[in-house]
């Protein structure tokens, strides 16, 4: 055989010439497709093999940029993909971008009820109590479900840090009382346990502060004061009050911090005639008071961060409601 007849291959090599004829006719196919606008597949192949490798999504979405112009069945043969599986994804796609719309629809629609909610609260609300209020409406939903979607459109209880007075002064020579609770809340009969603190509201006539004792149990305001001052006249005037509506409980257990205060003269004879029995944190521990922390907590998120009191009046007339 002479060697002009041989088939030349493109490494070198030597092939029939039945198999050169082939190679050059699929070769000038490829060309005349190329000149008429088509894509070419070699050429397309080594793209998508540049993309990341030899992947099954590569893959597919090679088929899917290809098969206006050739046989599905050519392509997946030539990448070696099983046309079951090429079809099924697609369905499995559809359904999936199906249940996508359906959720963003539903996002939709949960997001004008959490606006509704976040209003009815005056805007104090977070992602949990939202999401309580939603369940309260027979509304199904996940708790992180309602904290995305309040992120995504940024629906968040703002605040505004104020100065911090001193409420709690310890340095006095006054004997404290012994820790009874060691941080023991789970108290499940009424007037068993009180807790007692005092927390302070900037206005624009200067502080106005809050006393209040706690129930417990019930999770009551059971009394409270406001004053612009900080002398024990204030705690004793909360104290009074929950004596009144609660009467007087002989071996409820009184708890507070060491302030001055409730060390004080007159507010441990409150104590006395009531026949209470007093009780305090350790010195610089306020979780030894934790949840008097937590509804203070509570009433400056959702209250007193979020506006500007100009007179103590007003102030007083927003805590109390």
Not at 69 to 91: E, K
Not at 129 to 146: P, T
Request: charged share 30%; glycine share 8%; hydrophobic share 35%.
């Amino acid at each position: 055989m002479a060697a002009g007849d041989r088939g030349v291959r493109l490494d070198g090599g030597q092939t029939s010439p039945e198999g050169g004829r082939r190679r050059v006719g699929t070769v000038a196919k490829r060309e005349q497709a190329s000149r008429g606008g088509e894509r070419d597949l070699a050429k397309g192949l080594r793209f998508f093999r540049s993309k990341g490798g030899e992947t099954t999504m590569n893959k597919h979405a090679f088929i899917t940029a290809h098969k206006a112009q050739y046989a599905v069945s050519t392509l997946c043969r030539l990448v070696r993909l099983s046309r079951s599986w090429f079809y099924g994804h697609d369905a499995s796609w559809a359904a999936c971008q199906g249940r996508e719309a359906r959720r963003a629809a539903q996002d939709v629609a949960l997001l004008e009820r959490i606006r509704h909610f976040f209003k009815a609260s005056k805007y104090r609300y977070g992602s949990k109590r939202i999401h309580q209020d939603l369940r309260a409406d027979g509304e199904r939903v996940s708790e992180r479900r309602v904290a995305r979607i309040m992120r995504e459109n940024r629906i968040s209880a703002g605040q505004r840090k104020p100065r911090k007075p001193v409420t709690t002064n310890s340095n006095h020579k006054l004997t404290p009382s012994p820790n009874l609770l060691g941080r023991s809340f789970h108290c499940t009969i009424p007037n068993t346990v009180w807790l007692a603190d005092i927390s302070y509201v900037d206005t624009g006539e200067g502080w106005l502060y809050l006393a209040a004792v706690k129930d417990v149990a019930s999770r009551e305001i059971v009394g409270w004061s406001m004053a612009k001052h900080l002398k024990a006249e204030l705690c004793c005037d909360a104290l009074r009050m929950a004596l009144n509506r609660r009467g007087p409980v002989p071996g409820l257990i009184l708890h507070s911090d060491r302030g001055v205060q409730y060390a004080s003269g007159d507010y441990r004879k409150i104590i006395h005639r009531a026949k209470l029995i007093q009780s305090m944190s350790r010195k610089g521990e306020c979780l030894d008071n934790a949840p008097m922390e937590s509804f203070f907590s509570s009433l400056k998120k959702e209250l007193v961060h979020r506006q500007r009191f100009a007179t103590r009046a007003h102030a007083r007339a927003a805590i109390f409601e």
